[in-house]
């Protein structure tokens, strides 16, 4: 934290009080803006939401600067007897600080954004017309579909509404731009034989799944979205990659696009209904958890609160 001095002594004293922070320095007048002192703490990852609520009501990041660095390791007896007071796991832990600035970056549209959904759905175009499953695969890897989902059920499960409009926005409009650009690339591949309309008319039994709406495709989005917001609220977020490979959003978007060049009215409807089927439940799940995620992490408030700490 750079912050002016007068601010310095109230922070060292709360920091000081609380069981979560590990060690503690000031470096008097080291900040040049804001004029003032440096202070540099090490806390604990379940400590971090209740530390920097009380920060931000102490007004640390108006009149100054909070910066937060997760590190890639930690060597601290201090730290480990620390964690055996704190309640609650550092795993487990939400920095809800944290989730907002990701769901805000998520909600935002970028060019980067519009040329990765436009790129996947086009990969998963071909994976369509060639029935592989394995493109299909590589398209949802690609797409970034995620996040803006995932900032909608938060915007709406923390009821900032502003978030969840800008985030279905872009949601929505990336998706548009994803089925046109597949349905241009599948009318190119059209046009010049490379696919042709008894390719579609085949069966293709390796992507069936896709316009073939049933209970298997929402139970699987449920857990998805379980998944996808644990991973996304807690300190571990490998298990992103399998929330991607896990719905089927992309190659919904695609199957779309395929099934209106090619005439195939049901299977349009079908993969459009697939489409939102996945992100209904997704969005109902991701905030589902959320909610109770929530609750848990009042709980700890309260527990933290027993402990002395306000």
Do not use: C
């Amino acid at each position: 934290m750079s912050i002016p001095a007068d601010l310095t002594a109230e922070v060292a004293e709360l920091l000081t009080a609380h069981p979560g922070a590990v060690s503690l320095s000031v470096s008097e007048g080291a900040s040049v803006i804001p004029s003032g002192d440096v202070v540099t703490v090490t806390i604990l990852r379940e400590s971090a939401s209740n530390i920097l609520s009380s920060l931000r009501a102490l007004g640390v990041h108006e009149v100054g600067t909070l910066t937060v660095i997760t590190p890639e390791l930690d060597l601290s007896k201090a730290g480990d007897l620390a964690e055996q007071v704190v309640p609650g796991s550092p795993v487990d832990s939400i920095v809800w600080d944290e989730v907002r600035r990701r769901t805000s970056e998520d909600s935002r549209m970028s060019i980067t954004y519009l040329v990765l959904m436009m790129a996947a759905t086009m990969i998963a175009a071909i994976g369509v017309l060639s029935d592989s499953p394995i493109l299909i695969v590589g398209a949802m890897i690609v797409g970034p579909d995620f996040g803006p989902t995932a900032a909608t059920a938060v915007g709406i499960a923390s009821r900032r509404w502003g978030v969840a409009r800008t985030a279905f926005a872009t949601l929505l409009i990336g998706f548009l731009a994803g089925i046109a650009a597949a349905a241009v690339l599948t009318l190119a591949l059209r046009k010049t034989g490379i696919f042709e309309n008894s390719d579609m008319l085949a069966p293709h039994p390796q992507t069936a799944f896709i316009y073939q709406v049933g209970w298997p495709s929402v139970v699987v989005a449920l857990i998805a979205g379980v998944v996808g917001m644990v991973s996304l609220t807690s300190a571990k977020s490998g298990a992103l990659i399998g929330v991607f490979v896990s719905v089927t959003t992309i190659p919904a978007a695609a199957a779309v696009s395929v099934a209106l060049v090619f005439g195939l009215s049901s299977e349009a409807w079908g993969s459009l209904l697939q489409l939102f089927v996945n992100i209904l439940a997704i969005q109902v799940a991701a905030g589902l958890t959320l909610i109770l995620q929530r609750r848990l992490m009042t709980h700890r408030r309260s527990e933290l609160t027993e402990l002395g700490v306000q």
